[in-house]
């Protein structure tokens, strides 16, 4: 059994003994007032008890617990307990029209009772009136139950339509930016297939090269072939939805264009390049100058004239390290909105290049609040 079904139980167990408790204290009352003694107190006794039983069934069948409960509240008053249980019962789990027929059939229920066996203390009217209020307390706290579950279920269903929605979104904007990267590397595979064609072509009819022309150009068609092959593997795990005229993005070879076009906009950007000589191959070159190009949007439309650090660095494990540093802004700027949604973009060129993402606000050394965007592309030896 559940953790809540169990919760549940100790509660239904809780009722079933609270109600015993009442019918036995209503016994007691009842034989020291000698209002019921000798056969019918016991008779009268025995049916509480499997009065109070019944609602251990409450949860399941309240109507027909309520229903059962009514016949017994004519003939003995040791019931009240479960009756206001039953009662409250159906409050907090049925409509009102139901509630308030079984609070009526309780309320009428009550007063054969009161009238043959009044109270020689409170008498007819006082019982009858205080047996009411108890009805009208267990509806009003059973329907504001009821009211209270009905609106969280709804904040429940709302809260996951939402999360669904954002799922969604995401979805979305990864498959599009899986879309944009095989329209790319459609392109470059393209072009490397051409450059194969081409040297071969040109070994078919040209039998008079020489030997290190020949070795030459079998060398710049295997070096087209594999890199060929290396975007082959990446284009195969994206989509592509066949529309045309899309050029290449670019890769690192552009960045000091980028940081130029940035810094004539008024952007103060700090470059720490410290890759070495060696070409970075063209998956992860891409993906570094797309998360650069993010980067330095979001720190102009975020933190607007707040000094950017850049740095580019390889790391021992034979990684492409790419960072972008910005300082939060000391009071709050007007920025254009955003959805995070080149966030989305980034993690998912990111992981298709191999790589892994990484960013938020963090503390720096010196105690500042920073905002980081980090990506670790693979770049072997």
């Known amino acids: 059994m559940s953790q809540g079904g169990t919760q549940d139980r100790t509660v239904d167990l809780a009722c079933v003994a609270i109600a015993l408790l009442v019918a036995v204290l209503g016994a ?3 034989e020291a007032t000698r209002r019921v003694t000798g056969d019918a107190l016991f008779w009268s006794l025995m049916l509480a008890i499997a009065g109070c039983a019944a ?17 017994m509240a004519v003939v003995t008053e040791f019931v009240g307990g479960a ?4 009662v409250y019962t159906v409050a907090a789990n049925r409509r009102w029209a139901a509630t308030l027929a079984v609070a009526g059939l309780h309320a009428v229920a009550g007063v054969p009772y009161a009238m043959a066996r009044p109270d020689p203390v409170l008498g007819v009217p006082v019982t009858i009136g205080l047996g009411l209020a108890l009805l009208v307390i267990a509806v009003g706290v059973g329907a504001a139950v009821r009211v209270r579950r009905v609106r969280l279920a709804r904040l429940r269903d709302a809260a996951a339509a939402a999360e669904a929605d954002a799922a969604r979104a995401a979805e979305s ?3 599009r930016e899986r879309r944009q990267i095989a329209r790319e590397m459609h392109d470059v595979l393209a ?6 064609s081409l040297h071969a072509g040109a070994l078919e009819i040209r039998p008079d090269l020489s030997s290190d022309e020949v070795v030459r150009a079998a060398g710049t068609i295997r070096a087209s072939a594999h890199q060929a092959l290396e975007d082959l593997r990446e284009i195969l795990g994206v989509l592509r939805d066949g529309s ?3 050029a290449p993005r670019p890769g690192l070879e552009e960045l000091d264009r980028l940081v130029a076009d940035c810094r004539s906009a008024g952007a103060v950007i700090e470059v720490d390049d410290r890759r070495p000589d060696a070409p970075v191959p063209s ?3 891409r993906a570094a100058y797309r998360l650069i190009q993010e980067g330095l949007t979001n720190a102009g439309k975020h933190a607007p004239g707040v000094p950017v650090g850049l740095g580019l660095d390889r790391t021992a494990g034979g990684e492409l390290h790419v960072w972008l540093r910005n300082a939060l802004p000391a009071a709050p700027s007007v920025s254009l909105p955003g959805a995070r949604a080149g966030l989305v973009g980034l993690a998912e060129r990111v992981s298709l290049a ?3 993402l990484d960013h938020g606000v963090r503390r720096g050394a010196d105690g500042t609040l920073a905002f980081h965007l980090e990506a670790w592309l693979p770049w072997p030896t």
Request: charged share 20%.
């Open 83 to 86: 009756v206001v249980v039953a």
């Open 354 to 356: 191999g790589g892994r």
């Open 283 to 285: 998956s992860p070159s």
């Open 244 to 246: 045309d005229g899309l």
């Open 191 to 196: 072009h490397r297939i051409s450059l194969v």
């Open 28 to 30: 007691t009352d009842a």
């Open 173 to 175: 904007l990864r498959t």
């Open 55 to 71: 609602l251990w069934w409450r949860r399941r069948y309240p109507i027909v617990v309520a229903l059962v409960l009514a016949p």
